[in-house]
T-cell receptor, first 109, second 114 residues
């Protein structure tokens, strides 16, 4: 069965420190993975997707099929990065995503 | 461009009452879906639709009903509300074609069932 696991409920770092939000998935096919972000009082929105291989707001994520992981990384965290982050796996057409439990990132000054 | 619009934003129900959460999108997206968000459980898919007249169940469909009579609208009906349905509900839409197109979310509807 398809599954997405985010082992950390809360991640707290200081401004300027590196940050890594972990995501592991379980899927027998070829996965398509995403990171969504929800800032305070804003809508849930797409941050990045693995097929784009792009950096958004300084964040990157690499798909590691061997470890079935899609960790989100940023070398220097900023206070405005504080938000809830969700890893998601697409396994069917139609925007059908499985989401992880979410990790709340808190960046302290 | 409003995107995905959900109403109401807040609702309090008594156990056994029924209600409908409305969702409309103006992006001409074929795909629409409903998720519920609960602490520690992330977002779970309730129902989804790949086009007008076509709906299917997600992970947690029990107690909910949907229909898709137009491309724009995808209402979610609670048939007989239960306290376990206290949650934040999100409607989302995405364009047709390909696997896992970007989802566009509404602002959410916070439902409390007493």
């Amino acid at each position: 069965a398809q599954r997405v696991t985010q082992p950390e409920k809360l991640l707290s770092v200081f401004k300027g420190a590196p940050v890594e939000l972990k995501c592991n998935y379980s899927y027998s096919g070829s996965p398509e993975l995403f990171w969504y972000v929800q800032y305070s009082r804003q809508r849930l929105q797409l941050l990045l997707r693995h097929i784009s291989r792009e950096s958004i707001k300084g964040f990157t994520a690499d798909l590691n099929k061997g470890e079935t992981s899609f960790h989100l990384k940023k070398p220097f965290a900023q206070e405005e990065d504080s938000a809830m982050y969700y890893c998601a796996l697409a396994y069917n057409q139609g925007g059908k995503l499985i989401f992880g439990q979410g990790t709340e990132l808190s960046v302290k000054p | 461009n409003a995107g995905v619009t959900q109403t109401p934003k807040f609702q309090v129900l008594k156990t056994g009452q029924s209600m409908t959460l409305q969702c409309a999108q103006d992006m001409n997206h074929e795909y629409m879906s409903w998720y519920r968000q609960d602490p520690g459980m992330g977002l779970r898919l309730i129902h989804y639709s790949v086009g007008a007249g076509i709906t299917d169940q997600g992970e947690v469909p029990n107690g909910y009903n949907v229909s898709r009579s137009t491309t724009e609208d995808f209402p979610l009906r609670l048939l007989s509300a239960a306290p376990s349905q206290t949650s934040v509900y999100f409607c989302a839409s995405s364009a047709a074609g390909g696997l896992g197109g970007e989802l566009f979310f509404g602002e959410g509807s916070r439902l409390t069932v007493l």
